[in-house]
């Protein structure tokens, strides 16, 4: 059984910035790919970025010099640092993270967190 935990969401001004965490915990031998993807109400959830254990970040068009990932490997925990925020960032954010247990691999989400920004 695995875990995401997010916390960080909030309410927030036009260009302000809210920085979001996300901790797995359970049986995990490994994380691949930890990432976060948002859901505005009326629209599909879409990628805001995404870090591999190696190789390149992928961040969304709309974020890209915006937005920061990072992660924690240690900790099992990944961040996002969101500044210059817009109205249209508001969204329902969700942690994402490709697992490896000792059984399976799997894709496991967290139960997402609310920013809205908003004046």
């Known amino acids: 059984q695995v875990e995401l935990v997010e916390s960080g969401g909030g309410l927030v001004q036009p260009g302000g910035s809210l920085r979001l965490s996300c901790a797995a915990s359970?049986?995990?031998?490994?994380?691949?790919?930890m990432g976060w993807y948002r859901q505005a109400p009326g629209k599909q959830r879409e990628l805001v970025a995404r870090?591999?254990?190696?190789?390149?970040?992928n961040y969304a068009d709309s974020v890209k010099g915006r937005f920061t990932i990072s992660r924690d490997g240690a900790k099992n925990t990944v961040y996002l640092q969101m500044n210059s925020l817009k109205p249209e960032d508001t969204a329902v954010y969700y942690c994402?993270?490709?697992?490896?247990?000792?059984?399976?691999?799997?894709?496991?989400w967290g139960q997402g967190t609310q920013v809205t920004v908003s004046s």
């Open positions: 870090i591999p254990s190696s190789g390149s970040v």
């Open positions: 994402n993270a490709h697992v490896s247990t000792y059984y399976t691999r799997n894709d496991y």
């Open positions: 359970g049986s995990i031998l490994s994380i691949n790919a």
